[in-house]
Each structure stands twice: as C-alpha cells, then as structure tokens.
C-alpha cells in the first residue's frame, strides 16, 4: 500500500532569538544564506528538508544626505565640475545632478556615467577586490564647449542593485561607485569616481504581521 503523508508548516521568521542581522546576499566570490530546515526522525531514514529564506534589511530615509560636489582637471587644459543632488539612495531612486565645463581645451568625444559594484573579500594582504559594471549611460556625444552645462538623471530601479554592505561579519563588503569617464579623440580616458551609499526602502504595500512569513510544505 501507498501511504500518502503531507506536513504543512506557517513558519514566521520574526521569531524573538532569531537574529538576521545581514541582507542575503549573492556575489561573485561570496554568498550570505538563511534557510529553515525541517526534520522528521522516522525507523528507517529521517527527512529533512530545507528552504532558503530571502532576508532584505530595510531601512528608512537617512538623517543626513548631503550632495555630492567633485572636480575632474588637467592642467591649462580641463576643468569639470559635477553635482550629484544626494549622497545616499534608495534601491528605486533617481540619481540627479548636472556636470559644469569651466575650461575646456582638449577634444572631447563623449561622455559617460556608470555604476560600478566592488566586492570586497578577506582581510589585509589576502584582500581581493572584484570590479563588476553594473551599468553605462552615454550622457554626451560630441564636444563641449566652456560654460556648458550637461544635466544627468539616471533611474536606479533599472539595474539590479543590493544595499551597501560594509564589513558583513568581516568577511566582505559591497560598495558602489559613480564613475565619470570623458574620452577624447585620440581614445584617451579620463575618469573619476565617487562612492555612493545604496539602502533599501522599506515598500509601502507591506504589512507589517506579513513580513517574515514563509510557508512550507513536504511531502513523504
């Protein structure tokens, strides 16, 4: 005969002793998991089962968010300004800022805005450093000319970003970074980069007695 068992369980993942104190995470070098692992013991042979659980730490808006202001120079030849409108952004936000041309004396082709994600693993001098594009905006083509202004408006909802993440359990980090680059017309690049914080708004529509809520189900 077949016997047919069915075990459904409503786990809520905001259990008091429980502590989730980092976001999952999954990188090129390192992963950060949480799962729940249920176990029947029988005669024969035990069942286990597992089932990974998504952690997101969310956050609410940053006291302090100040703009961002750098200068890109090269001397008796180029001087940029650029403004970024904030420092810190959420997961779904609108980085807006606008690029100043003071002094322009080369060439310059085009103009690009970038994302750039760096992973971080290990401590000292077993630190390494791996440098992913997460996206590249063309946000000039042709050359300048002085006292232009060149506005920038790039949605982040667009690319798949995790919130910074600084020294989790001190095994890796995650970081992020704007990165200017000009190119000129003999193919010459000139970049800056600024680091930007990112965090995860905490979304309208969710309830608070539904977070956390997993359901499993197993069958034998």
């Known amino acids: ?7 459904k369980a409503v786990v809520s993942t905001q ?5 989730k104190q980092y976001e999952s995470y999954a990188g090129r070098n390192c992963r950060l998991r949480y799962f729940l692992r249920v176990a029947v013991s029988r005669r024969l042979v035990d069942i286990v089962h597992e ?3 998504m952690v997101h730490q969310l956050s609410s808006y940053p006291e302090t968010n100040s703009s ?3 200068e890109v120079g090269i001397e008796d030849c180029l001087h940029i300004e650029f403004e970024y409108n904030r420092s810190k952004y959420h997961l779904n936000d609108v980085i807006v800022g606008k690029i100043y041309f003071i002094l322009v004396r080369i060439k310059i082709k085009h103009m690009e805005l970038s994302i750039i994600k760096r992973e971080t693993t290990g401590s000292g001098p077993n630190t390494y450093n791996e440098n992913e594009q997460i996206s590249r905006y063309e946000i000039m083509d ?6 232009e202004s060149i506005p920038i408006r790039l949605f982040l909802s667009a690319y798949d970003l995790t919130p910074t993440m600084k020294d989790v359990n001190k095994k890796f980090s995650v970081r992020y970074y704007l990165n200017l680059v000009l190119v000129d017309e003999e193919d010459r690049r000139y970049f800056k980069q600024q680091e930007i914080t990112l965090w995860r708004k905490s979304p309208t529509s969710l309830k ?4 956390g809520v997993v359901a499993l189900e197993n069958h034998t």
């Open 1 to 7: 005969s077949i016997i047919d068992c069915r075990l």
């Open 15 to 19: 259990s008091t002793g429980v502590v």
């Open 51 to 53: 089932r990974e659980l």
């Open 68 to 70: 961002l202001k750098m």
């Open 142 to 147: 042709g050359a300048p000319v002085r006292g």
């Open 208 to 211: 608070p007695e539904n977070r």
